[in-house]
């Protein structure tokens, strides 16, 4: 019997910069982003693959803490211009804002059936003890996954950081220091990275209908995050709802989203709410999520006209918030949105 000559998976690279790329200055000490050549040169294993590797660059690669939404449109555009070309895309991204670029481009790759594997690590690729040579390996080999039927085994934008492949709009970068460095703390993780590389297939986003990549290029910047402290005035609170232009706001409240009681905050949201700002309850607490009928203190936001984020993590609610308003929608119709789970970002 011939045997079935399985085609090359075909991966594209996007290499946007972040601390998986970066050098010592040898003046300074300080890590500065490097060029693709180098990072690929220091990871020689990448040629045992059998895959069709091609590399797209950010020039100059950035330090994800400068990521802003037209960079997200970048990354966007390089995989909706090679979508029928490649079998999956890896994004080498710096950890800081890993999290809100994944939550970002899950909204904004509508119908998206190929995998966004996005990646990178806590020390340089060309460091001796570098985490960055494991992670790249194994977001190309999720990346080029296929299931029996030859589907893809991702088919949604995740992270691949050490031990785990997350849900992107699920994510949180939880350390500074550890290599295992992102967690979704209210979902399971996609696979398990041990010796072989586990799927958890339940937890997989599976389009409930087939339809061609639609992207939303367009992200309203104007919401922002307001964090409540105890002690807060009426006068910043006031000052803060009342950001010029701001239309969407992400109010992170304490534990399972509560909010001080007193008449002059109530009466604040209430006001924001009435003047068409949309807000959202979203907790502090890393793990589960806004139940306001708990507690008199978040039954108050609801009753003042404040949506509830479950648990939803806070990196997504921004970002959903920005592709709800960069479509153009009023804010009746974004507030309607925000309670859907649009691609698994939030259980409902
Ligand atoms: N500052 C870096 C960045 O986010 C950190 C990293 O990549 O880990 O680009």
């Known amino acids: 019997m011939l045997e079935e000559i399985q085609p090359r998976p075909k991966i594209l690279i996007i290499y946007t910069g972040g601390t998986i790329g970066m050098i010592e200055n040898p003046t300074t000490k300080a890590l500065q982003p490097f060029d693709f050549s180098h990072l690929i040169d220091n990871v020689p294993k990448i040629n045992l693959l059998d895959y069709d590797i091609d590399n797209i660059q950010f020039n100059p690669p950035i330090d994800s803490a400068n990521m802003a939404p037209s960079h997200w449109s970048d990354i966007a555009a390089a995989i909706e211009d090679n979508y029928d070309k490649f079998d999956g895309f890896v994004v080498l991204h710096g950890t800081d804002t890993m999290a809100f670029s994944a939550s970002a481009l899950s909204f904004m790759l509508e119908n998206l059936h190929k995998p966004v594997i996005i990646t990178g690590s806590q020390l340089p690729i060309g460091e001796v003890r ?56 209210n979902y399971p993780a996609l696979a398990k990275i041990g010796l072989g590389i586990h799927f958890n297939e339940e937890s997989l986003y599976r389009m409930p209908t087939k339809r061609p990549l639609k992207v ?76 306001n ?38 804010s009746e119709s974004v507030k309607k949105y925000l309670t859907y789970s649009l691609c698994g970002e939030v259980t409902i």
Do not use: H
Not at 310 to 327: N, Q, V
């Open 130 to 185: 570098t985490d960055g040579e494991e992670n790249l390996i194994t977001a190309l080999q999720v990346a080029a996954a296929c299931d029996p039927s030859g589907e893809p085994m991702v088919q949604e934008v995740a992270i691949l950081f050490e031990n785990y492949l997350w849900r992107g709009n699920r994510s949180t970068k939880m350390s500074a220091d550890n290599f295992n460095a992102f967690k979704s703390n």
């Open 293 to 330: 009928k708990m507690y008199d203190t978040g039954n108050c936001l609801t009753r003042a006209g404040v949506i509830s984020g479950r648990d939803i993590t806070s990196e997504a609610a921004i970002t959903k918030m920005m592709y709800l308003f960069g479509m153009g929608l009023p």
């Open 216 to 291: 939303r290029y367009n992200m309203d910047p104007n919401v922002m995050f307001l964090d409540l402290n105890p002690g807060i005035t009426e006068s910043t609170l006031r000052y803060l709802l009342n950001v010029p232009d701001i239309k969407g706001i992400v109010l992170r409240t304490f534990g399972a989203g509560n909010a001080p009681t007193d008449d002059w905050f109530t009466r604040a949201i209430r006001d924001a709410v009435e003047r068409g700002i949309v807000i959202m309850n979203v907790t502090q607490c890393v793990n589960g999520g806004v139940n």
